[in-house]
């Protein structure tokens, strides 16, 4: 039986430091529709696979061993009192694979792509340790903090329909893609069905599991369409991962040397540029969590961006040994806390904790890789469920990114700043959000917008507007926005 919260306290666990430990059945209510939905939604996962076999010529077993191996590590979040659904440095995921390819295949390559993670991971956990993770993310202009989100959004979808990036783009696919996530939206966001789902029952349960309706939908609809084949079983039961091959063909326990000095001085600025998008996760982790508090007071939520840091850097240090993964590990799958945070906000009934639903996702991801009829199953839709994955993303960071600004001027940097980091790199949007915040900003009066707390969009009321307008503001409310932006 598992230990009861008290109304508007933190979910119980064990504290070690700046980490809180927490077992499920003990420290939370294991979440039964969170944990079906991670059993297909192992498909994401299993996405990265092609990558994997395609840039750095491992073995569908071999590729198959690092991604339950990383699917293990994300189980450390919520066990460790991160309350979120961890996932890949998505957007950062084709500078990598740039990065990565300058070098020769073989040896070189992967000495390359360990000597970048392990200095990622490394760098994240003194980020962390040291308490700087939250005073960064306090300190980040608005402005910079939404073009992060911006470009991180436009990247996200530019990897579904920009061709050649590595992975299976919408042109394989349209149809496939158009329907399945065409309803994803649906069932996630549309305000309609916000209406209809809380008076019957059936769509209650269905809205529950988020985007699995639509994966499933895919298996059916790919080969309909003639886009995709007819999964193939046979009477295995488990799947086979090749952890030896693995260890011996591509990790420092076997065919790699310790990569040497020069290519942890040029990884560096790869290590820069996934920062600032892991960055942008935190604050979009941040975000997503202070929505759904607001819907839950018997339950206040401990997210702190320091212990993210440490938890997150320290499965990317490890994977840089045991798996070196060019998918990273990131603090955050942001479809799918997105889904999370929506069941949650239905109350105690639907969700005991936050916790608990991160948690349950994520070991039935993690059971789903072992099951050979899941991962046969879901093995011809693993494209679409990427793509599906990356369009959620994208919209939900451009979402968030805008409510971030608290002035046109901000949105005019983020938006100019974000297009650039899409294009360009991390590393360039950074320097032109920061460059146009100067040039617009500096010498600013206190009374400016920007210097405010007061959102972009404060609402419709006739009160706040006549009092913007007296004030002489040019960033008036959008009441259609924030209309669009209410809880159903």
């Not at 996405?47 to 293990?72: D, H, Q, R, W, Y």
């Not at 769509?203 to 529950?208: F, G, Q």
């Amino acid at each position: 039986m598992s230990i009861k919260r008290e109304y508007g306290s933190i979910q119980p666990g064990i504290p070690l430091g700046p980490l809180t430990l927490r077992l499920p059945f003990i420290h939370y209510r294991f979440e039964f529709p969170d944990y079906l939905q991670g059993l297909l939604m192992c498909t994401v996962c299993l996405a990265i696979i092609p990558v994997l076999t395609g840039k750095l010529g491992m073995s569908f077993e071999v590729a198959l061993a690092i991604v339950v191996m990383n699917g293990t590590l994300y189980l450390a979040h919520v066990t460790f009192g991160d309350p979120v659904v961890p996932g890949w440095v998505t957007p950062a995921i084709p500078l990598l694979i740039g990065y990565v390819e300058t070098f020769a295949p073989g040896m070189e390559r992967m000495q390359a792509l360990i000597a970048f993670q392990l200095s990622f991971g490394l760098f994240c956990i003194v980020i962390g340790s040291t308490g700087l993770a939250r005073k960064v993310v306090r300190l980040i202009p608005n402005a910079v903090q939404s073009g992060i989100l911006l470009g991180a959004g436009f990247s996200a979808i530019m990897l579904v329909f920009k061709p050649g990036n590595g992975l299976k783009s919408f042109d394989s696919f349209p149809w496939t893609v158009t329907i399945c996530i065409g309803i994803a939206f649906y069932l996630l966001f549309s305000e309609h069905f916000k209406r209809i789902r809380s008076k019957n029952k059936a769509l209650y349960y269905l809205a529950n599991l988020g985007m699995m309706p639509a994966l499933a939908l895919a298996i059916f609809v790919g080969p309909l369409t003639g886009e995709l084949p007819w999964p193939e079983f046979t009477s295995a039961i488990f799947t086979c991962p090749d952890f030896a091959g693995l260890f011996r063909d591509f990790t420092l326990f076997g065919a790699i040397p310790f990569p040497p000095a020069k290519m942890f001085l040029t990884g560096l600025p790869m290590v820069i540029s996934a920062y600032i998008v892991v960055f942008g996760d935190v604050i979009q982790s941040q975000a997503l969590i202070e929505d759904a508090q607001k819907y839950r007071p018997d339950e206040t939520i401990d997210y702190d961006p320091n212990r993210s840091h440490i938890i997150f850097g320290a499965r990317n240090t490890i994977m840089s040994v045991v798996g070196p993964d060019i998918s990273m590990c990131g603090p955050l799958w942001a479809a799918m806390q997105v889904v999370i945070c929506e069941r949650y906000k239905h109350g105690p009934k639907a969700m005991e904790s936050i916790l608990s639903g991160a948690a349950s996702f994520r070991f039935g991801t993690w059971t789903g890789y072992f099951l050979a009829p899941i991962a046969a199953t879901v093995k011809p839709i693993l494209g679409v469920g990427l793509a599906s994955t990356m369009l959620i993303q994208g919209y939900v960071s451009v979402r968030v990114g805008v409510l971030k600004s608290r002035s046109f001027n901000d949105l005019g940097i983020a938006g100019v700043s974000g297009a650039i980091l899409a294009t360009r790199g991390a590393a360039w949007g950074l320097g032109a959000a920061i460059l146009l915040c100067a040039l617009i900003y500096l010498g600013s009066d206190k009374d400016h917008a920007y210097m405010k707390e007061e959102p972009l969009f404060p609402g419709n009321d006739p009160d706040k507007i006549a009092k913007a307008i007296e004030q002489g503001r040019e960033e008036q409310p959008n009441a259609q926005l924030v209309k669009a932006q209410a809880p159903a």
